[in-house]
Protein backbone atom coordinates (compact mmCIF):
# COMPACT_ATOMS: atom_id res chain seq x y z
CA UNK A 1 0.00 0.00 0.00
CA UNK A 2 1.29 3.85 -0.92
CA UNK A 3 1.64 5.55 2.50
CA UNK A 4 3.05 8.31 4.00
CA UNK A 5 3.98 9.32 7.59
CA UNK A 6 4.37 12.16 9.16
CA UNK A 7 6.11 12.50 12.64
CA UNK A 8 8.22 15.13 14.52
CA UNK A 9 5.31 17.93 15.96
CA UNK A 10 5.38 19.05 19.23
CA UNK A 11 5.42 21.76 21.42
CA UNK A 12 8.20 24.72 20.81
CA UNK A 13 8.83 28.15 22.16
CA UNK A 14 8.79 30.83 19.50
CA UNK A 15 12.26 30.97 18.17
CA UNK A 16 12.83 27.35 18.82
CA UNK A 17 13.41 24.86 15.76
CA UNK A 18 11.78 21.04 14.85
CA UNK A 19 12.74 18.59 12.18
CA UNK A 20 9.41 16.80 10.50
CA UNK A 21 10.28 13.40 8.34
CA UNK A 22 7.59 12.61 5.94
CA UNK A 23 8.28 8.51 5.66
CA UNK A 24 6.80 6.97 2.41
CA UNK A 25 5.73 3.07 2.20
CA UNK A 26 5.27 1.49 -1.11
CA UNK A 27 6.51 3.90 -3.17
CA UNK A 28 9.98 5.19 -3.68
CA UNK A 29 10.28 9.27 -2.57
CA UNK A 30 12.81 9.94 -5.05
CA UNK A 31 10.65 9.33 -7.94
CA UNK A 32 8.60 12.50 -7.26
CA UNK A 33 7.64 15.76 -6.14
CA UNK A 34 6.75 15.49 -1.98
CA UNK A 35 5.20 18.83 -0.81
CA UNK A 36 4.83 20.30 2.40
CA UNK A 37 1.55 21.98 3.63
CA UNK A 38 -0.15 22.80 6.60
CA UNK A 39 -3.54 23.75 8.12
CA UNK A 40 -3.97 26.49 11.02
CA UNK A 41 -7.22 26.41 13.11
CA UNK A 42 -9.75 28.64 10.96
CA UNK A 43 -7.67 28.29 8.25
CA UNK A 44 -7.85 26.98 4.60
CA UNK A 45 -4.92 24.02 4.13
CA UNK A 46 -1.57 26.28 2.48
CA UNK A 47 1.63 25.01 0.70
CA UNK A 48 4.73 25.48 2.55
CA UNK A 49 7.73 23.86 0.84
CA UNK A 50 7.99 21.44 -2.27
CA UNK A 51 11.00 19.52 -3.46
CA UNK A 52 11.37 18.01 -6.82
CA UNK A 53 13.05 14.84 -8.50
CA UNK A 54 16.37 14.45 -10.05
CA UNK A 55 17.34 18.67 -10.08
CA UNK A 56 16.32 18.86 -6.39
CA UNK A 57 14.46 21.74 -6.96
CA UNK A 58 12.51 23.16 -3.84
CA UNK A 59 9.90 25.83 -3.33
CA UNK A 60 9.14 28.02 -0.11
CA UNK A 61 6.53 30.17 0.49
CA UNK A 62 6.87 33.61 1.60
CA UNK A 63 6.42 32.86 5.23
CA UNK A 64 8.62 30.69 5.69
CA UNK A 65 11.71 31.43 3.53
CA UNK A 66 15.12 31.76 5.46
CA UNK A 67 13.65 29.81 8.10
CA UNK A 68 12.93 26.43 6.71
CA UNK A 69 14.57 24.01 4.56
CA UNK A 70 12.65 20.70 2.63
CA UNK A 71 15.29 17.77 2.17
CA UNK A 72 15.44 14.26 1.04
CA UNK A 73 17.29 10.99 2.01
CA UNK A 74 16.69 8.71 -0.91
CA UNK A 75 18.08 5.65 1.21
CA UNK A 76 15.86 6.21 4.08
CA UNK A 77 12.73 6.63 1.68
CA UNK A 78 12.14 9.91 3.63
CA UNK A 79 11.75 13.97 3.34
CA UNK A 80 12.48 16.43 6.20
CA UNK A 81 11.48 19.58 7.11
CA UNK A 82 13.79 21.27 8.92
CA UNK A 83 11.84 24.36 10.81
CA UNK A 84 13.91 27.02 13.04
CA UNK A 85 12.94 30.36 14.44
CA UNK A 86 9.63 29.04 14.40
CA UNK A 87 6.76 31.53 15.59
CA UNK A 88 3.00 31.32 17.07
CA UNK A 89 2.01 31.85 13.22
CA UNK A 90 3.61 28.85 12.28
CA UNK A 91 0.93 26.54 14.66
CA UNK A 92 -0.67 24.60 12.00
CA UNK A 93 -1.03 20.55 11.47
CA UNK A 94 1.64 19.90 9.24
CA UNK A 95 1.00 17.28 6.47
CA UNK A 96 3.08 15.71 3.19
CA UNK A 97 1.75 14.30 -0.16
CA UNK A 98 3.41 12.94 -3.12
CA UNK A 99 2.59 15.15 -6.01
CA UNK A 100 2.22 12.71 -9.48
CA UNK A 101 2.81 15.16 -11.74
CA UNK A 102 5.74 16.73 -10.50
CA UNK A 103 4.29 20.36 -11.55
CA UNK A 104 1.02 20.09 -9.52
CA UNK A 105 3.12 21.30 -5.78
CA UNK A 106 5.15 23.68 -7.77
CA UNK A 107 1.80 25.41 -8.80
CA UNK A 108 -0.30 25.82 -5.43
CA UNK A 109 -2.30 23.08 -6.60
CA UNK A 110 -3.14 20.71 -3.43
CA UNK A 111 -6.26 19.29 -5.86
CA UNK A 112 -2.74 17.47 -7.43
CA UNK A 113 -1.13 15.97 -5.01
CA UNK A 114 -2.02 12.50 -4.02
CA UNK A 115 -1.35 10.09 -1.31
CA UNK A 116 -1.67 12.46 1.76
CA UNK A 117 -0.50 11.40 5.76
CA UNK A 118 -2.22 11.83 8.25
CA UNK A 119 -0.32 15.29 9.68
CA UNK A 120 1.82 16.41 12.54
CA UNK A 121 0.64 19.16 14.88
CA UNK A 122 3.40 21.71 15.54
CA UNK A 123 2.26 24.24 18.22
CA UNK A 124 4.32 27.10 18.62
CA UNK A 125 3.74 29.37 22.27
CA UNK A 126 5.63 29.90 25.15
Known amino acids: QVQLVESGGGLVQPGGSLRLSCAASGFTLDYYTIGWFRQAPGKERERVSCIGRSDGSTYYTDSVKGRFTISRDNAKNTVYLQMNSLKPDDTAVYYC???????????????????WGKGTLVTVSS
Open 97 to 115: AMDPYGSSCYHGEASGMDY
